[in-house]
């Protein structure tokens, strides 16, 4: 454009130097020609070159964003290009880097288009979405982490709680945490704990104790509800690094719950402000955390239960070993006897069976063992039914006595009384066996252990003794090394064989009779070793058919000593069979008659060796007494003066011994007949005695009675052991009968998978039995209740062994939730091993309801009105929002602060208010409150006193309502 006006304008330059040189006519001619040349030139640039142009600057203009000059045309579209091209280079530049992942990526462009807009938004978007995944990533990330970390610490309470807070103050960047458990002893506040704290990567040692109500902390146990600040006091916590000392910007304080339980609470502080997904993650993990502490304490209750069950059960089986092994060596010893040892033995194990059984039952109840309690100076202020069940008293007779008083300690512990007092109260555990007399006078024994308990300072305040019966046991003992010094010195042979006649044993006695050792003995039959030219074959044939039949035999034999000269033995062979009825082996004893034989007197011989094991008492034919031995004058009480020459019925009850069967009774004893039986029998003080035995006549040479001879053993305490436990079976189901009448009751395998179900819990839920037998628990839950981590570590505790009590959860057949609250308690089998799990539980749906009914009328009414909470001392405890707001202070502000703190007028105070507060009454006046800024407004405001389960003001409720 400009070359093309530039030779215009030399073409009009030319025709006005040549002027002077032409005509004036030819002048204007050439003159009127280039103007008609330079206006049909400019209309042909116009239309051929400078609109397109015009439309290309105009859209360069647009694409540079409007800063292109507009002086020169062709020099601006230069511009207006090269700032394109500078623009789709630096967003090239701004696309790679966000590629790269540089989301941070500042555009450096100077135009505002919108190619540059988009991009911006779109790095923004990407920003976004990438915060927002990383918080994801963060939380999931965490989650797993607790919870291999609750698993890991399952078991280890001691490391569970720095292990935790250590992890999490790492995880949420925090400064310094701690974890409180909250601790409730028996007579004392409950208070808050520090049990595990962490801060700068080191774990810190300080001990605290915060009582509920007691600050942040305090309140919030209280309240059951996250407390979180970031307008901290400057006094509140210090968090020292080695650069100094500082104020962290927030406090967070949460609640550990479960099941609406207050478990302890966590405290975090930060240098930083934590966000909201935060929060929540640690709101949730506070559940987890709780559920475990819930668990270390009843694992560690259950635990010592445990612990003292098995310790007694080792004392208990270690005294059954005992009596296995006297029992042995009476058989040995008391051929003659052995059938009816046998049937003590079976009826012993029987006893023992049900016993086991009745104590994995019991586990449950706490009705196994007798229960006392002493002071510290050693006086009895608790006993529990079963102890005085056992000695007859009551409570309140014994109750105040010293505990020297009610037991006398085993002579053989060489430690005196004192000295076994001041271990009790250096707080170490002792166990003994002690003998009590019971109102009645009759001895009994128990085997007990004595332990301290300590309150929350560590002193002993009250010993506790867990006594056992073990008066049966001990009296075998006692006859039993009796027996066993009898069978080690006797001079009677004593030969064991096996089913098939071979010796196994043979005593000293044998061994002094025929000569021959224990060794030369095993592995020979009897009748090789000793049997003769001159011994009698028809006797040998009765004992060999005895033998193969499997009865038991006497017979008189002649055998012959190792040196050859014979002698005569009485000889008694009984076969021993086990607990399975199979026949086990052989026991005879031999007895060297010689001189019996010749003197006539194997009766009197008979008598002295089983005088020394039986009670044994002679009688007439009329039933004088003649003679008794020292263990008959025992159990009857009297001595041997005092009997001799009194009736039988001296020993029986007057319309016992005035019946006709008691007649009948002696008519067929002086006819010959032998009368085994157990029979009751009363002692010298009026007690009554029972007694297994055999009346047996003893013949003259006419074959006619002229004496009886008992042969008796005292079975009184198996008598009143078989008594107690049918009795005991029975208060046993009409106990189960009850609790199934009034309890829903599940019962489940180890796997988790319902065995059985009564009737209340199927009657509530709308299942059939069919519906439920044989699948597993998860039927009746929800899927979130059923993948909750403290499910499954309720499981793994209870196939452990360990109680679990709490609420429950579940879904009736419609799907409609259901509460219940109750116990899963594990059922044990003889060996102590978990079979089945039992779910005993009472449905509180309703209650569940109207509790939550109740929360949401109360958190709708908080919203409406202003409420204050206060001490029974008028003192502040909470408020609500609406207060706070109106009041413009802050909760920690108010600690300690009376209610005429926000009064106009103080004066009234104890007259109108207080008085009343103080009577406990429900009342309602005028206040006018002033807020902060020094705002006055009058309320009406009334006033409600909460009293406890002791019926005690705990605190008073305060509603207002502006007028």
Same mark, same amino acid.
């Given at each position: 454009m400009g070359a093309i006006t530039a030779t215009l304008c030399l073409a009009t330059g030319i025709a006005l130097l040549v002027t002077p040189l032409v005509s004036p006519a030819l002048l204007a001619s050439a003159t009127l020609s280039a103007g008609l040349l330079?206006? $049909?030139?400019?209309?042909?640039? &116009?239309?051929?070159?400078? &609109?397109?142009?015009?439309?290309?600057?105009?859209?360069?203009?647009?694409?540079?964003?409007?800063h292109s000059p507009s002086a020169d045309q062709v020099g601006g579209l230069s511009d207006a290009l090269r700032e394109v091209a500078n623009e789709v280079r630096e967003a090239t530049r701004f696309a790679v880097s966000i590629g790269n992942g540089n989301l941070e990526a500042h555009f450096a462009g100077t135009q505002d288009n919108a190619l540059r807009a988009a991009l911006v938004e779109m790095r923004d978007k990407l920003r976004s979405l990438a915060e927002e995944e990383k918080r994801r990533l963060w939380q999931t990330n965490g989650q797993a982490r607790f919870s291999d970390l609750l698993r890991q610490h399952l078991n280890q309470p001691d490391t569970f709680g720095f292990a935790i807070v250590k992890q999490l103050v790492n995880h949420l960047g925090c400064n310094q945490g701690g974890l409180y458990v909250l601790q409730q002893p028996a007579g004392e506040a409950p208070y808050l704990e520090l049990t595990a704290g962490y801060a700068f990567e080191r774990q810190k040692y300080q001990q605290r104790?915060?009582?509920?109500? =007691?600050?942040?902390?305090?309140?919030c146990i209280r309240e +059951?509800?996250?407390?979180?600040?970031?307008?901290?006091?400057?006094?509140?916590?210090?968090?020292?690094?080695?650069?100094?000392?500082?104020?962290?910007?927030?406090?967070?304080?949460?609640?550990? +719950?479960?099941?609406?339980?207050?478990?302890?609470?966590?405290?975090?502080a930060c240098f930083h402000p934590l966000q909201p997904y935060q929060v929540a993650f640690v709101?949730?993990?506070?559940?987890?955390?709780?559920? @475990?502490?819930?668990?270390?304490?009843?694992?560690?209750?259950?635990?010592?239960?445990?612990?003292? $069950?098995?310790?007694?059960?080792?004392?208990?089986?270690?005294?059954?070993?005992?009596?296995?092994? /006297?029992?042995?060596?009476?058989?040995?010893?008391?051929?003659?006897?052995?059938?009816?040892?046998?049937?003590?033995?079976?009826?012993?194990?029987?006893? &023992?069976?049900?016993?086991?059984?009745?104590?994995?039952? #019991?586990?449950?109840?706490?009705?196994?063992?007798?229960?006392?309690?002493?002071?510290?100076?050693?006086?009895? #202020?608790?006993?529990?039914?079963?102890?005085?069940?056992?000695v007859g008293y009551q409570l309140a007779e014994i109750r105040g006595r010293e505990h020297r008083s009610l037991f006398e300690r085993n002579p053989a512990t060489n430690a005196s009384y004192a000295d076994f007092w001041q271990r009790l109260l250096a707080k170490e555990s002792v166990s003994d066996e002690y003998r009590v007399v019971t109102r009645d006078q009759t001895e009994m024994w128990f085997s007990a252990s004595c332990t301290p308990a300590l309150d929350a300072n560590g002193h002993v305040y009250k010993i506790i003794m867990l006594a056992q019966d073990i008066t049966e046991g001990k009296k075998e003992r006692l006859e039993f090394q009796k027996l066993s010094l009898v069978a080690d010195n006797t001079h009677n042979s004593v030969v064991i064989t096996g089913p098939a006649g071979r010796i196994e044993f043979v005593n000293r006695g044998f061994a002094q009779t025929t000569g021959y050792t224990l060794a030369e003995c095993i592995g020979q039959k009897p009748g090789t070793l000793l049997q003769g030219p001159d011994t009698d074959q028809a006797t040998v044939a009765r004992i060999r058919q005895a033998v193969q039949t499997r009865t038991p035999i006497y017979e008189e034999i002649l055998n012959y000593h190792k040196d050859g000269h014979s002698y005569w033995t009485s000889l008694s062979i009984n076969p021993v069979f086990d607990q399975g009825g199979t026949m086990d082996k052989f026991i005879s004893v031999q007895t060297d008659i010689t001189e019996t034989k010749k003197n006539?007197?194997?009766?009197?011989?008979?008598?002295?060796?089983?005088?020394?094991? %039986?009670?044994?008492?002679?009688?007439?034919?009329?039933?004088?007494?003649?003679?008794? /031995?020292?263990?008959?004058?025992?159990?009857?009480?009297?001595?041997?003066?005092?009997?001799?020459?009194?009736?039988? &019925?001296?020993?029986?009850?007057?319309?016992?011994?005035? $019946?006709?069967?008691?007649?009948?009774?002696?008519?067929?004893?002086?006819q010959g007949e032998i009368i085994r039986d157990e029979f009751r029998r009363v002692t010298k003080s009026g007690g009554e005695v029972w007694l297994r035995g055999t009346y047996n006549p003893i013949f003259d040479l006419n074959g006619k009675p002229y004496k009886i001879i008992e042969f008796a053993v005292d079975i009184t305490e198996e008598k009143r052991l078989r008594l107690a436990t049918r009795k005991q079976e029975f208060e046993l189901r009409e106990y189960l009968k009850a609790i199934n009448l009034t309890i829903a009751s599940v019962e489940f395998d180890l796997d988790g998978?319902?065995? =059985?179900? %009564?009737?209340?819990?199927?009657?509530?839920?709308?299942?059939?039995?069919?519906?439920?037998?044989?699948?597993?628990? @998860?039927?009746?839950? @929800?899927?979130?209740?059923?993948? +909750?981590?403290?499910?499954?570590?309720m499981w793994e505790n209870l196939k452990q062994g360990r109680l679990f009590s709490g609420e429950f959860k579940i879904r009736d057949r419609n799907g409609k939730e259901l509460w219940l609250k109750g116990t899963y308690n594990p059922i044990f089998d003889p060996d102590g091993n978990p079979v089945k799990i039992t779910m005993l539980a009472q449905f509180t749906t309703d209650e569940k309801e109207r509790e939550m009914e109740l929360s949401g009328v109360i958190g709708a009414l908080k919203k409406a009105v202003l409420m204050l909470e206060l001490n029974p001392d008028a003192t502040f405890r909470n408020a609500n929002q609406n207060f706070f707001d109106f009041a413009g202070y802050k909760r920690i502000e108010l600690r300690n602060k009376e209610l005429g703190f926000f009064l106009a007028d103080n004066e009234s105070f104890d007259r109108s208010i207080r008085q009343p507060m103080n009577r406990g009454e429900a009342f309602e006046t005028r206040l006018d409150l002033t807020a902060a800024s020094g705002r006055i407004v009058a309320f009406r405001a009334g006033f409600n006193p909460l009293t406890n389960l002791e019926g005690k003001i705990h605190k008073v409720v305060v509603v207002l309502t502006e007028e």
């Amino acid at each position: 454009m400009g070359a093309i006006t530039a030779t215009l304008c030399l073409a009009t330059g030319i025709a006005l130097l040549v002027t002077p040189l032409v005509s004036p006519a030819l002048l204007a001619s050439a003159t009127l020609s280039a103007g008609l040349l330079q206006i $049909s030139a400019g209309v042909l640039l &116009r239309k051929r070159i400078f &609109r397109p142009l015009d439309r290309l600057l105009r859209t360069a203009d647009q694409l540079s964003g409007g800063h292109s000059p507009s002086a020169d045309q062709v020099g601006g579209l230069s511009d207006a290009l090269r700032e394109v091209a500078n623009e789709v280079r630096e967003a090239t530049r701004f696309a790679v880097s966000i590629g790269n992942g540089n989301l941070e990526a500042h555009f450096a462009g100077t135009q505002d288009n919108a190619l540059r807009a988009a991009l911006v938004e779109m790095r923004d978007k990407l920003r976004s979405l990438a915060e927002e995944e990383k918080r994801r990533l963060w939380q999931t990330n965490g989650q797993a982490r607790f919870s291999d970390l609750l698993r890991q610490h399952l078991n280890q309470p001691d490391t569970f709680g720095f292990a935790i807070v250590k992890q999490l103050v790492n995880h949420l960047g925090c400064n310094q945490g701690g974890l409180y458990v909250l601790q409730q002893p028996a007579g004392e506040a409950p208070y808050l704990e520090l049990t595990a704290g962490y801060a700068f990567e080191r774990q810190k040692y300080q001990q605290r104790r915060i009582l509920v109500g =007691e600050g942040l902390l305090g309140q919030c146990i209280r309240e +059951k509800d996250t407390i979180y600040l970031t307008d901290v006091p400057a006094d509140y916590v210090r968090i020292t690094s080695g650069l100094g000392q500082a104020t962290p910007r927030c406090i967070l304080i949460v609640p550990l +719950k479960v099941n609406d339980a207050v478990q302890g609470a966590l405290e975090l502080a930060c240098f930083h402000p934590l966000q909201p997904y935060q929060v929540a993650f640690v709101e949730s993990l506070a559940e987890s955390i709780a559920a @475990s502490l819930a668990g270390f304490e009843t694992n560690r209750g259950v635990n010592r239960l445990l612990q003292e $069950s098995r310790e007694l059960n080792q004392r208990l089986q270690l005294q059954e070993g005992e009596t296995q092994q /006297n029992l042995v060596e009476l058989q040995r010893t008391q051929a003659e006897m052995q059938q009816n040892v046998q049937m003590l033995q079976v009826t012993q194990d029987e006893m &023992r069976h049900k016993q086991v059984e009745l104590t994995a039952l #019991f586990n449950s109840i706490n009705a196994t063992l007798g229960t006392l309690e002493f002071d510290p100076e050693g006086h009895l #202020f608790h006993a529990n039914d079963l102890f005085l069940d056992l000695v007859g008293y009551q409570l309140a007779e014994i109750r105040g006595r010293e505990h020297r008083s009610l037991f006398e300690r085993n002579p053989a512990t060489n430690a005196s009384y004192a000295d076994f007092w001041q271990r009790l109260l250096a707080k170490e555990s002792v166990s003994d066996e002690y003998r009590v007399v019971t109102r009645d006078q009759t001895e009994m024994w128990f085997s007990a252990s004595c332990t301290p308990a300590l309150d929350a300072n560590g002193h002993v305040y009250k010993i506790i003794m867990l006594a056992q019966d073990i008066t049966e046991g001990k009296k075998e003992r006692l006859e039993f090394q009796k027996l066993s010094l009898v069978a080690d010195n006797t001079h009677n042979s004593v030969v064991i064989t096996g089913p098939a006649g071979r010796i196994e044993f043979v005593n000293r006695g044998f061994a002094q009779t025929t000569g021959y050792t224990l060794a030369e003995c095993i592995g020979q039959k009897p009748g090789t070793l000793l049997q003769g030219p001159d011994t009698d074959q028809a006797t040998v044939a009765r004992i060999r058919q005895a033998v193969q039949t499997r009865t038991p035999i006497y017979e008189e034999i002649l055998n012959y000593h190792k040196d050859g000269h014979s002698y005569w033995t009485s000889l008694s062979i009984n076969p021993v069979f086990d607990q399975g009825g199979t026949m086990d082996k052989f026991i005879s004893v031999q007895t060297d008659i010689t001189e019996t034989k010749k003197n006539a007197l194997d009766h009197a011989c008979k008598l002295r060796a089983i005088s020394e094991s %039986n009670a044994i008492v002679e009688f007439d034919t009329e039933g004088r007494i003649l003679e008794a /031995n020292p263990n008959f004058l025992d159990i009857v009480g009297y001595r041997k003066e005092e009997l001799i020459g009194q009736h039988h &019925r001296l020993l029986m009850e007057t319309e016992e011994g005035d $019946s006709a069967e008691y007649r009948t009774f002696w008519q067929l004893l002086n006819q010959g007949e032998i009368i085994r039986d157990e029979f009751r029998r009363v002692t010298k003080s009026g007690g009554e005695v029972w007694l297994r035995g055999t009346y047996n006549p003893i013949f003259d040479l006419n074959g006619k009675p002229y004496k009886i001879i008992e042969f008796a053993v005292d079975i009184t305490e198996e008598k009143r052991l078989r008594l107690a436990t049918r009795k005991q079976e029975f208060e046993l189901r009409e106990y189960l009968k009850a609790i199934n009448l009034t309890i829903a009751s599940v019962e489940f395998d180890l796997d988790g998978r319902i065995s =059985e179900v %009564n009737q209340i819990f199927l009657g509530v839920s709308g299942y059939a039995r069919e519906d439920l037998v044989g699948k597993p628990e @998860s039927v009746l839950l @929800s899927e979130e209740e059923h993948r +909750k981590p403290q499910h499954g570590m309720m499981w793994e505790n209870l196939k452990q062994g360990r109680l679990f009590s709490g609420e429950f959860k579940i879904r009736d057949r419609n799907g409609k939730e259901l509460w219940l609250k109750g116990t899963y308690n594990p059922i044990f089998d003889p060996d102590g091993n978990p079979v089945k799990i039992t779910m005993l539980a009472q449905f509180t749906t309703d209650e569940k309801e109207r509790e939550m009914e109740l929360s949401g009328v109360i958190g709708a009414l908080k919203k409406a009105v202003l409420m204050l909470e206060l001490n029974p001392d008028a003192t502040f405890r909470n408020a609500n929002q609406n207060f706070f707001d109106f009041a413009g202070y802050k909760r920690i502000e108010l600690r300690n602060k009376e209610l005429g703190f926000f009064l106009a007028d103080n004066e009234s105070f104890d007259r109108s208010i207080r008085q009343p507060m103080n009577r406990g009454e429900a009342f309602e006046t005028r206040l006018d409150l002033t807020a902060a800024s020094g705002r006055i407004v009058a309320f009406r405001a009334g006033f409600n006193p909460l009293t406890n389960l002791e019926g005690k003001i705990h605190k008073v409720v305060v509603v207002l309502t502006e007028e």
